[in-house]
C-alpha cells in the first residue's frame, strides 16, 4: 500500500501535491487509513493500526535515506524543477509533461500580475508545485501571448488586421499580414492572438 500510495500521488504530478511534499502525503494518507479501521470495524484490533504505524514510518524513514544518498532515487521520487516559459514562449515539450492546464497556469501568472508571456524570461515549476517567475527587465520586455480572459478568449485563425500576433498554443510571436489562416512555424497550430507587450505593473 505505501509503494501503491507513493506511485499514485507521483503520477499526480507537482500541482496534485502542492504544498505538502510527497511523503507527508504519504504519512498522512497511510496513518489515516490505518486509524480508520480499528475505529469503524470491531474486529480490528489497536494493535494491528499501531502495527502499521511502525511499518510506514519504518518506509518512510528507509526512502528519505535512499532519496539522500542517491540523486537518481531523489529525482524518481520527488522529480526536478521543469521551465515551462523560455523568452516569453511555451516550452510545449515541458509544459506536456505536467497535468497542468493553459487556464490554471494562466491564472498563477495573473496573480504574479502578468498580462502577458513577453513579460516573462523563465517560468519554472518547482518540485513543490509551486512556480516560480523570472521577468525580463522592462526595457526587455517584448511582445507576447496576452493570458488575460477578456484577450485570450478572442483567438481565432482569421488575421483581420495586420499587426503582431502570438500563437495562442505555444507563443510564437510575429508579425502578419491579413489572412484567412496561418500555421505556426513553431507547433503547427493556426489560432492567433493580438499581441501585448505593456510592462508589468506591481
Excluded at 65 to 92: M, Q, R, W, Y
Aim: with cysteine.
Amino acid at each position: 500500500m505505501y509503494v501503491s500510495i507513493l506511485l499514485s500521488l507521483k503520477a499526480l504530478g507537482k500541482r496534485g501535491v502542492k504544498q505538502l511534499s510527497i511523503f507527508e502525503l504519504v504519512i498522512i494518507i497511510g496513518f489515516g487509513s490505518a486509524a480508520g479501521d480499528p475505529m469503524f470495524y470491531k474486529d480490528v484490533g489497536i494493535l494491528n493500526a499501531i502495527v502499521v504505524f511502525l511499518v510506514v514510518i519504518i518506509l518512510y524513514k528507509a526512502t528519505t535515506f535512499i532519496v539522500t544518498k542517491s540523486e537518481t532515487a531523489d529525482k524518481l521520487i520527488e522529480g526536478e524543477p521543469i521551465c515551462l516559459v523560455e523568452n516569453g514562449v511555451f516550452s510545449i515539450a515541458n509544459f506536456d509533461k505536467e497535468p497542468l492546464g493553459y487556464d490554471e497556469f494562466f491564472s498563477e501568472m495573473r496573480q504574479q500580475s502578468i498580462s502577458h508571456l513577453g513579460q516573462v524570461q523563465q517560468a519554472i515549476i518547482e518540485v513543490s508545485g509551486n512556480i516560480s517567475v523570472y521577468f525580463f527587465e522592462d526595457e526587455s520586455v517584448k511582445y507576447g501571448l496576452p493570458i488575460l480572459p477578456q484577450l485570450y478568449a478572442k483567438r481565432g485563425p482569421h488575421i483581420q488586421a495586420e499587426g503582431i500576433y502570438s500563437c495562442s498554443f505555444c507563443g510564437f510571436t510575429e508579425h502578419l499580414a491579413v489572412t484567412d489562416k496561418h500555421v505556426c512555424p513553431t507547433c503547427g497550430k493556426d489560432h492567433w492572438v493580438l499581441s501585448l507587450n505593456n510592462r508589468r505593473v506591481n
